[in-house]
Nanobody, 121 residues
Framework: QVQLVESGGGLVQAGGSLRLSCAASGSIFSINAMGWYRQAPGKERELVAR???????NYADSVQGRFTISRDNAKNTVYLEMNSLKPEDTAVYYC???????????????WGQGTLVTVSS
């Protein structure tokens, strides 16, 4: 059973910083892209940032320049460094990964359970 376990959410004041981590565990042959999504109350889930296995990244316009995504392939872990946080960044943040449990398996999408980030004004 493969799972993603997130950590690092919490309450922070506007202008502050948080670092989210997401570790994949279980039977994994390979992980392709990993990413972070978020869902604010009453809104749809949206992409925050994504990183490929080779390190290419893309960001939502709303977080460009403030958030940095990175990964440690040896640890099957992805990080999200969030700086200059704003109240509108408040949301549940979900980790996502496209992986193959075994060499010839199709890519499967996996989601973490989510971690709450609250930014107070």
């Amino acid at each position: 059973q493969v799972q993603l376990v997130e950590s690092g959410g919490g309450l922070v004041q506007a202008g502050g910083s948080l670092r989210l981590s997401c570790a994949a565990s279980g039977s994994i042959f390979s992980i392709n892209a990993m990413g972070w999504y978020r869902q604010a109350p009453g809104k749809e889930r949206e992409l925050v940032a994504r990183i490929t296995s080779s390190g290419s990244t893309n960001y939502a316009d709303s977080v460009q320049g403030r958030f940095t995504i990175s990964r440690d392939n040896a640890k099957n872990t992805v990080y999200l460094e969030m700086n200059s946080l704003k109240p509108e960044d408040t949301a549940v943040y979900y980790c996502n990964a496209d992986h193959r449990p075994k060499r010839y398996d199709s890519l499967l999408e996996l989601w973490g359970q989510g971690t709450l980030v609250t930014v107070s004004s």
